[in-house]
């Protein structure tokens, strides 16, 4: 995993995982961190049958749970140590169903910013161990400072 | 609450009722439906501990689930029996922080078609018996027709 | 025309007018300013055969010239005098096709803040007298302060 | 310029050329249709004065109306011959102040569908000789069929 960025904080790693391992929904929902570099993050999800929308699909509100915080560590992993992470907004195109037994989220900043930072996500199924592109996402975070 | 809208299905509120049913994710949140009216259709959402970020708000993604889910019954209550819902996509703006002992996601169509349609959800939590607007959303659904 | 906001600068009107008279597309264009109140501003643009694309109806990018312009002016009225405005993102929403003879951007401010602003605008069509909502939009600004 | 997609119409060229031909918007600010291949399109744009906003940076509408008839007409040059192309939504994020002597809008299908499009562009500008990304867009697309 080769990355254009360079992080600010040697640490970067040890600072996602643990505001992740705080994030209790990810706990809720099965969900695990993988791959981190400098402004790109990955998040793991298995395939579970009460995280279903109506049609035995993942509800589009949890592809956007593991999206967002992909593209949430993906601008943190580049922020000073001291910053906090905030999603002002995003966006999600659903290309295709979200079918498949395993799903993972790839998170990367498209532009840093000293306060602003754009990133995007995609997520990918793996459908009988086939991958297939089933949603991207674009968002805005911010990098907040303590006064 | 008055409507703007008619719905061509006298069973709306049933059709929309037993499609929730069916949304297991809403169990494992423990969200339920509310008002449903033509066009315009709420979801309701405890506050709970194991939903939340790193800083104890509700994780973004958590209400996308309920805010899409709003505006898809919402579009969902105009359409004809035999259609079935799928969202295309979906914006959301975070306003502020999603605290709060309660949350309530209220959706509405902005624009039918036959095909095509757009809607809207606002996120409202309560605060101490106070209402805040946390979040919105926009998004496009579609009416899909059995073959 | 009453507005929620109030704001902090006495002179909002004409800062407001003297940076809508520095946009040289608008004149290229034909928009004009309209009503400006804080957190609320309307700009009006006559239909003209050479703002259309291949149907005949407003251009999407010429809908959003003035509706991101109503948005950001909208938010610029309750920014404090030294700052600058500056769009971060918008969606739009094609509702209908941009078809009649005048067109009106509405814009005004969703949730101001101290450097986030979210404001939406409405794009209203005149045709043959009647009123319509063709498109909607949804932007985030940003207020740049002098160093 | 390889494409990993084909086009159904072997006459899309001329049919995407022709289109563009009646936007006449495009004639009005100086825009030029570049590269056609299938599910890829570029649109050409030099400087100009009049088509700025307050800071002489290209207007963010301006920027849209290139970066969507790219994504428009990426997804055109997929299309059947006898489809027509609506823009059915688009989001912008600006990345950078659209400064420069010249723009090129570069559009690409990202999901083809029967009915629905996603596609994505970039706006690139081009600064006394570097190629500067400025802005990103996704968009869907409709491809309407005569009764």
Not at 73 to 93: D, Q
């Amino acid at each position: 995993m080769s990355s254009q960025f360079q992080s600010r904080d040697p640490a970067f790693k040890a600072r996602v995982s643990a505001s992740f391992g705080e994030q209790s929904v990810m706990q809720l929902i099965g969900a695990t961190l993988g791959t981190v570099e400098p402004g790109h993050v990955e998040i793991e999800l298995p395939y579970r049958a009460d995280l279903t929308q109506q049609d035995n699909f993942l509800h589009a509100g949890i592809s956007s749970t593991i999206m967002d915080s992909a593209c949430g560590y993906a601008a943190f992993s580049l922020m000073p140590a001291e910053a906090r992470v905030l999603t002002i907004e995003f966006k999600i195109n659903l290309l295709a169903p979200a079918a498949g037994q395993h799903f993972r989220a790839v998170g990367s900043v498209r532009k840093p910013g000293r306060s602003v930072f754009v990133a995007e996500s995609e997520l990918h199924a793996s459908v009988d161990g086939e991958d297939r592109l089933v949603a991207t996402m674009v968002g805005t975070l911010m990098a907040v400072y303590p006064d």
